[in-house]
């Protein structure tokens, strides 16, 4: 394999789709809430992306029948609205494959007409939370007033360093071929999967497109998260050696 190919599978007739991309990051909090959306909606495999700035490893399915790694993008009905869900296990390896890969995604995203993209994410904290803010980057003014009624925050210089990755790329490289983009990161601890945070981004997401997903599944997800917290909260305070939020600060 030379650089990156993309596989046609199917090539649906969509109406003005918005691209939505959750790939893995900080809290995994962009990949539950696009693999969310691909659970609850009736959706379509339109293309797979191969490149070899992915790790060099398959993926193993419930029979033992190997894959190799690659992302997919999903075409999706969320209650009438058209979405094109990119999802995946892995980011680029290298610079030039983020930006490889980030341009070989709105090569799709602008096939399918796409009249807007949301790249998903998480911003780390370093301390477990429990009331969840969304933060918000856009590429265009215009796009701050219904994103705000949204309930989406923006920040000055915030997320600290800029917004790194895909996530970072589809806003800068989509801003240059004129399409509107805005990244959505809700706040997460940083050193657990965090369902709550994906949801909180899931709903202000639903809000500003205009569809509804049900939520119970992930709820199922975040009760046993905080199972898992609650024993690390307990082992914290038996064993002195155990870090605090303040040690976990730098982890994101």
């Known amino acids: 394999m030379d650089g990156i190919e993309v596989e046609t599978l199917a090539n649906p007739e969509l109406s003005d789709p918005v691209f939505i991309e959750g ?14 959306l691909l659970d609850e909606f009736d959706g379509e495999l339109v293309r797979r992306i191969y490149t070899d700035d992915f790790p ?33 296990d892995h980011q680029a390896q290298s ?74 790329l589809l806003l800068g490289l989509g801003k240059r071929r004129a399409i509107p983009a805005a990244c ?20 202000v997401m639903q809000t500003a497109i205009g569809f509804e997903v049900n939520f119970d599944s992930m709820e199922e997800r975040a009760e046993e998260m905080e199972e898992v917290v609650s024993k690390i909260q307990e082992m914290q305070g038996q064993q002195s050696g155990m870090p605090s939020d303040d040690d976990l600060r730098y982890i994101g």
Not at 26 to 34: D, F, I, P, T, Y
Not at 184 to 203: F, W
């Open 56 to 88: 060099p490893q398959v993926s193993i399915d419930d029979e033992g029948v190997a894959e190799l790694t690659h992302a997919e993008i999903h075409a999706v009905d969320a209650d009438g609205t058209d979405l094109l869900v990119l999802t995946g």
């Open 184 to 203: 959505l990161m809700g706040e997460t601890s940083g050193y657990l999967v965090d369902p709550k945070s994906a949801r909180a981004v899931l709903e």
């Open 95 to 168: 610079n030039a494959g983020h930006y490889r890969l980030a341009d070989a995604f709105l090569d799709v995203a602008e096939e399918f007409g796409v009249s807007r993209v949301f790249a998903l994410g998480g911003v780390p904290t370093g301390e477990l939370i429990e009331e969840y803010t969304v933060i918000g980057a856009v590429t265009e003014s215009d796009q701050l007033a219904d994103l705000e009624d949204a309930g989406v925050e923006f920040r000055e210089d915030e997320p600290a360093g800029g917004i790194v990755g895909v996530s970072g």
């Open 23 to 36: 790939l893995p990051g900080v809290g995994h909090v962009g990949k539950l809430a696009a693999e969310h």
